[in-house]
DNA sequence: ATTGCAAGAATGTCAGACAATCGGTGTTGA
DNA sequence: TCAACACCGATTGTCTGACATTCTTGCAAT
């Protein structure tokens, strides 16, 4: 199943593409009852389509889509930050500048891999120490959906430093424990996100 | 998936209770490898628990977990509501009221059954009609997870009414299109649900 | 009473098979 | 020539049966 999942977020199935049952298990040498319970896995998690006597694809993520997933992520995501603000310690502002850092230094590279990995291991921080798990995991779902977006939204011009600084804003209010900034800067960065998004999307069609 | 997913909800298995794959296969007179599939997929779901070399298990819902469902369920209801009063239609006002009075039918019966049902169908339009579907996937996904509670919580004394005293504010509001109310109303409702929840779990241990 | 071990139970995984269904292809008829 | 239809390969849905691995439980020995 972790083979599968970072197979499709790095991005090695076409969107809308059908996968073979038989094939896959070949790849992956394993057999199909095996294969067959990671697709229904995936398949709850909404990362494939399974429709009946069709088998498993790649779904297709229209604007629309990503759209909605956006604005649950920005519901889920700015109450993670201010909950983090009003809670926070000072061992995790350490563990945030160190997140945050990492960031800076892929920022300034052209990784865009890096870029995205050291993002999200920011983000994933704050869902941490919001004080809801289950806040954390939905998020967690929802951002897998639009992991495709998030590399080549990262690779447009810029957005990498603009990004940098949208996260610092973030960083800086939670570490002042200032909650109103926290969700304020968060709602600013995931806005700034989602046009990146748009443009990245609407530029690849 | 669909029996399993039933018989969960209804309560059949003690929580905590293992699963046991041989059992559940003659039960439902299905084999191994589908019975597998679907206990993945209810595993993603998490309505029910497979820890490696131990198999599938109905997890025991702590007051801790409930209430971090609770918290993200408010943020997603609240917001659902806010969203269905801005953008609200003529037929989905009298599709709520529909809703609403086969709520109220039910509710001065003493079917809690009943009540669960035509309570969970009134929110499912609110939510099928705010306009994300995401939110109303999310949103589901989670009030699963806790339906556990709501066939007790319904069944306290005058729990049923007092619900649908809200749940008839929470309509006024949405068919006014007062998007401001009817977050309150929401809220409100969601806040007596949760305690009611709390009421009846400390009152069943 | 505690520890170690062995038998049983349950899971994880596989191979192989077969029916049902879908999609495309070729044929037939208008 | 084009459309409707029948056919066939490909693929999925499902089953049976099997076997290794791991966990649990009961028993025996210290």
């Given at each position: 199943?972790?083979?599968?999942?970072?197979?499709?977020?790095?991005?090695?199935?076409q969107?809308?593409s059908?996968?073979?049952e038989?094939q896959?298990c070949?790849?992956l040498?394993i057999s199909r009852?095996?294969?067959?319970?990671a697709?229904?896995?995936l398949?709850?998690?909404?990362l494939i389509?399974i429709v009946p006597n069709?088998g498993?694809?790649?779904?297709a993520?229209?604007?629309e889509k990503a759209t909605?997933?956006?604005?649950?992520?920005?519901?889920?995501?700015?109450?993670?930050a201010?909950?983090?603000?009003s809670r926070?310690?000072p061992?995790?502002?350490?563990?945030?500048?160190?997140?945050l850092?990492a960031?800076e230094?892929?920022a300034?590279s052209?990784?865009s891999l890096a870029q995205?990995m050291?993002?999200?291991?920011?983000?994933?921080?704050i869902?941490?120490?919001?004080?809801n798990p289950?806040?954390e995991e939905?998020?967690?779902?929802?951002v897998?959906?639009?992991?495709?977006?998030?590399?080549r939204?990262?690779?447009?011009?810029g957005?990498?430093q603009?990004?940098?600084?949208?996260?610092r804003?973030?960083?800086e209010s939670?570490a002042?424990g200032?909650e109103?900034?926290a969700?304020?800067?968060?709602?600013?960065h995931?806005?700034?996100?989602?046009?990146?998004a748009?443009?990245?999307?609407?530029g690849a069609v």
């Amino acid at each position: 199943m972790d083979k599968l999942r970072l197979a499709i977020f790095s991005g090695l199935f076409q969107p809308g593409s059908r996968l073979i049952e038989s094939q896959l298990c070949t790849q992956l040498g394993i057999s199909r009852p095996s294969l067959r319970e990671a697709l229904r896995s995936l398949e709850a998690e909404r990362l494939i389509e399974i429709v009946p006597n069709r088998g498993p694809s790649i779904p297709a993520l229209t604007w629309e889509k990503a759209t909605a997933i956006y604005e649950v992520r920005e519901l889920l995501e700015v109450e993670a930050a201010g909950r983090c603000a009003s809670r926070i310690r000072p061992e995790q502002v350490l563990e945030l500048e160190k997140s945050l850092s990492a960031f800076e230094e892929a920022a300034s590279s052209n990784d865009s891999l890096a870029q995205v990995m050291t993002a999200a291991d920011f983000y994933s921080i704050i869902l941490a120490n919001c004080g809801n798990p289950v806040l954390e995991e939905v998020h967690r779902g929802l951002v897998a959906r639009i992991s495709f977006f998030r590399g080549r939204s990262m690779s447009l011009e810029g957005r990498a430093q603009s990004s940098l600084a949208e996260m610092r804003e973030i960083f800086e209010s939670i570490a002042a424990g200032d909650e109103k900034a926290a969700r304020k800067a968060s709602k600013k960065h995931l806005l700034k996100a989602k046009a990146a998004a748009k443009l990245s999307m609407d530029g690849a069609v």
